[in-house]
């Protein structure tokens, strides 16, 4: 970050990225507690993580007012516009990834212990594991500055998207084999859509990460595949 003549506009950037990675942080607790309590069937663990989207709330609403507050009183251009509006974009898929981690809680609750095979929620375990990676290697790029790192971490969606597929086919069969686990099986598969999701908003951080470092937009629009195995745009 550039430094300006008005040190108190330095201030005012560095808060806002302070509150941006504080917010990333407690995002990212937030959709690895959402998973675990899913699979040890946590209701303590759902539940408090329920409550801890509230403090992202805030913090976005926080991010937002002071958003305005720099625009106002700085008039802001060229990489400062960029890294301001970028700050803008990333706190509200930060919101979001926690509205998501809130859904996979609350199917927990939903879910209030019949998970009778553990073995249905690896999967969906290992799904998170690949996409907290993505939060968090996007999250550091954001920290860095790094528009390679960012366009790495657009690129390697389709491997959260391919997991999810393959995923959604297993949950399939299994309640078609076995009409007993649809229930479980249709909460599972909530879960799951919720965390492809999450990796969604990785990538669009990703893309606000690159445009604010460089002022260029990556590349071709990315091509995502769905729950058939379909590339769709």
Not at 202 to 216: D, F, L, P, Q
Request: glycine content about 6%.
């Amino acid at each position: 970050m550039a430094e300006h003549t008005v040190k108190a506009y330095d201030e005012e950037l560095t808060a806002l990225a302070g509150r941006i990675a504080e917010m990333g942080g407690l995002a990212e607790t937030t959709v690895s507690n959402s998973v675990t309590a899913l699979v040890t069937q946590d209701l303590d663990l759902a539940r408090a993580t329920i409550e801890q989207d509230a403090r992202l709330d805030e913090l976005f609403q926080e991010i937002e007012m002071g958003i305005v507050e720099i625009i106002a009183r700085r008039q802001p251009m060229g990489r400062d516009l960029r890294e301001i509006v970028a700050a803008g974009r990333i706190s509200n898929d930060l919101e979001r990834t926690g509205d998501l981690a809130k859904n996979v809680a609350k199917r927990v609750i939903a879910i209030d212990s019949d998970l009778t095979s553990k073995k249905l929620a690896i999967g969906v375990e290992h799904m998170t594991e690949l996409t907290l990676s993505q939060l968090k290697k996007v999250l550091d790029a954001y920290t860095q500055r790094d528009a390679p790192a960012a366009a790495d971490v657009r690129e390697r969606d389709r491997e959260v998207d391919a997991i999810y597929t393959s995923l959604f086919r297993e949950l399939l069969t299994y309640m078609m084999e076995d009409p007993r686990s649809i229930s479980q099986c249709a909460h599972l598969l909530f879960c799951a859509k919720n965390i492809e999701r999450i990796g969604d908003h990785a990538t669009n951080i990703a893309e606000s990460v690159y445009y604010m470092v460089t002022g260029e937009r990556l590349g071709d629009e990315r091509q995502k595949i769905d729950e058939t195995g379909v590339v769709v745009k």
